[in-house]
């Protein structure tokens, strides 16, 4: 059966919801495409994300938020403690309902929803419609097929349908964390600080996170760069760590994940096909974070997309180019900024954080924020310190 | 002969191997599945997995 629509957006993660509620408010007829029964689940994520991230595009609802965090920890690879008194304000989010929820929005602005749909093709026809083809889930019905002017691409870190367009999305091995964690519940945890661990025994390449999802339990994880890889070493590590740290503590919803730690991918749009979230790379590259990207990227796409509709029933495919030119100006020109520094903290040797670690622990903690964090790492290379300062000035 | 195999008792389908698969012969639909025409046994994908689901010529995961 051929669905008509005028936008289709593969992948209901914060990304494609996010467009699509956009989408269907302006009074366009959108469907919303997810591969799983269910959008969200399970979350594939940290779930930390700054008070700034989000509410440039969202009023945080309570029932998201797991817990609030005020101060955090950074542990170097020799054990040395770092307190870091003066966090600015974070949240751990509750990934699976927030998703959830941003479907049901969705489609209370009117976008039709379908679950359970894997897309396993895209191309353009002759005449001008993208179409994309679904596998036959269930083997009885046919296999069901959207066409639209528009095809917004939100289909997460793997990515698959921007080839059939021509994008080389392929990662290279420094630009992919991959990523392993679990939720951990034990009475150690506190609710209201987020711990790091940094180093090569830790996690090559990237770094261990205790993000606190209430008291005594939390979304702990660690991401390995791609390039130090080895078969299952992600999982290995994790669960080392946490018979180490926490034993006999009753661990559960062990998964895994890549994420993207490169530059966005350009363009962002070609022709009527446009590109958001993890599927556009639109990560920070220094500490993986992907959420606030995704919510404004989306909801900026989807806003372009439905303005593109002209009078005449036509589309206008120069509109959608708004959306990169407003994303390049905002998070756009943060993750090129972060991306500028990652090879130097990709680089940075245990002593080299160690040494870091050790200077600040002696600092008073309720100083120290992660501003004063950055700073006393590149202050200690002269080079990269003008780096930093040209990029951040 | 080609062969990625994979474990799918071990795979958790997060598509991680399919991002760096510069040759687009990994596809998640129901369930991951290899493109045996297009795969060339580079092996990024067996070292790229968290969970050591995938594995080259012959061995198993």
Same mark, same amino acid.
């Given at each position: ?6 936008? %289709?957006?593969?992948?209901? =993660?914060? +990304? ?46 309570? @029932? ?14 020799? =054990? ?15 990934? @699976? ?8 929005? *969705? ?14 093709? $895209? ?28 095809? %917004? ?8 349908? $921007?080839?059939?367009? &021509? ?50 339990? +939390? ?5 390995? %760069? ?53 599927? *556009? ?20 796409? &989807? ?7 002209? =009078? ?19 998070? &756009? ?23 870091? *670690? ?36 | ?11 958790? @389908? ?15 639909? @129901? ?31």
């Amino acid at each position: 059966m051929n669905h008509q629509y005028d936008i %289709i957006i593969v992948g209901a =993660g914060p +990304a494609g919801s996010m467009a699509a509620a956009a989408a269907a408010a302006a009074g366009r007829n959108v469907c919303l495409i997810e591969r799983k029964p269910q959008a969200g689940t399970p979350a594939r994520c940290g779930e930390g994300i700054g008070y700034r991230g989000l509410t440039l595009t969202l009023e945080p609802r309570p @029932e998201w938020i797991k817990s609030t965090v005020v101060r955090a920890r950074m542990i170097s690879p020799a =054990g040395v403690k770092v307190d870091i008194g003066n966090v600015d304000k974070s949240w751990i989010l509750d990934r @699976e309902r927030m998703d959830s929820d941003l479907v049901k929005d *969705a489609v209370k602005s009117g976008a039709d929803f379908f679950p359970s749909t894997p897309i396993v093709s $895209a191309e353009k026809l002759s005449n001008g419609l993208y179409r994309c083809t679904a596998a036959n889930a269930d083997k009885k019905s046919a296999a069901r097929e959207f066409t639209a002017p528009i095809l %917004i691409l939100a289909d997460g870190v793997e990515s698959r349908l $921007a080839r059939c367009f &021509g994008w080389d999305t392929a990662l290279r091995l420094n630009d992919i964390e991959t990523c392993a964690f679990a939720r951990v519940r034990s009475d150690g945890i506190e609710p209201d600080c987020c711990t790091f661990y940094t180093g090569s025994a830790a996690a090559p390449g990237g770094y261990l996170w205790i993000f606190p999802r209430g008291a005594g339990v +939390a979304n702990v994880g660690l991401g390995v %760069i791609g390039s130090k890889c080895t078969p299952g070493l992600p999982q290995k590590l994790l669960m080392d760590f946490i018979n180490r740290n926490f034993p006999k503590s009753k661990v559960t919803d062990l998964h895994c994940g890549g994420v993207p730690v490169g530059r966005w991918v350009r363009p962002l749009v070609k022709g009527g096909v446009m590109l958001i979230g993890d599927a *556009a790379r639109q990560v920070n590259a220094i500490n993986g974070a992907g959420i606030a990207y995704s919510l404004y990227a989306g909801r900026l796409a &989807g806003a372009a997309a439905a303005k593109s509709f002209r =009078g005449d029933g036509g589309v206008d495919y120069r509109v959608l180019l708004e959306y990169q030119k407003e994303w390049a100006g905002n998070f &756009g020109k943060q993750q090129d900024r972060s991306f500028a520094l990652k090879e130097f903290i990709l680089s940075a040797s245990d002593s080299f954080l160690n040494k870091i *670690a050790e200077t600040l622990s002696k600092e008073d903690p309720e100083k120290i924020n992660y501003r004063r964090v950055f700073m006393r790492t590149f202050a200690s290379r002269p080079s990269l310190f003008l780096k930093a300062f040209k990029l951040f000035r | 002969m080609t062969g990625i195999a994979i474990n799918h008792k071990k795979c958790d @389908e997060c598509g991680a191997c399919i991002s760096v698969c510069r040759k687009d012969a990994l596809v998640l639909g @129901e369930k991951l599945e290899v493109l045996a025409d297009r795969c060339v046994s580079c092996g990024v994908c067996v070292n790229i997995c968290p969970f050591a689901a995938l594995a080259t010529n012959g061995e198993t995961a």
